[in-house]
């Protein structure tokens, strides 16, 4: 069963959170398939690229990460400062807007 994200994450508990993803049968997220012979080594800089891209819009910062053949590893910390400007920007945003 599926749980709500505000019952998962809780930053006043710890802001540090260890998150993995996996490929399903038996794909490959980036290395050699020695069973195919076929390289996924390009799509190593693609997905630490879209990792630092989402980090700096999402008030995440990544602490560390691995990046593996079918999976991949983040220590993320959520950055609790930077959400709070995010929320007041978009809270007196449209006020400012209107004038």
Not at 12 to 24: E, K, M, S
């Amino acid at each position: 069963m599926t749980s709500a994200r505000r019952q998962l994450i809780d930053a006043n508990a710890t802001p540090f959170y260890h998150v993995i993803n996996r490929c399903v049968r038996r794909a490959f997220l980036c290395g050699e398939d020695k069973l195919t012979g076929r390289s996924y080594e390009h799509r190593r800089g693609w997905i630490v690229d879209k990792i630092k891209a989402l980090s700096a819009i999402f008030c995440i910062d990544i602490c560390a990460y691995a990046v593996m053949s079918n999976h991949y590893h983040l220590v993320l910390k959520i950055d609790r400062r930077q959400g709070k400007i995010v929320n007041a920007k978009r809270h007196y945003q449209p006020l400012a807007s209107n004038h």
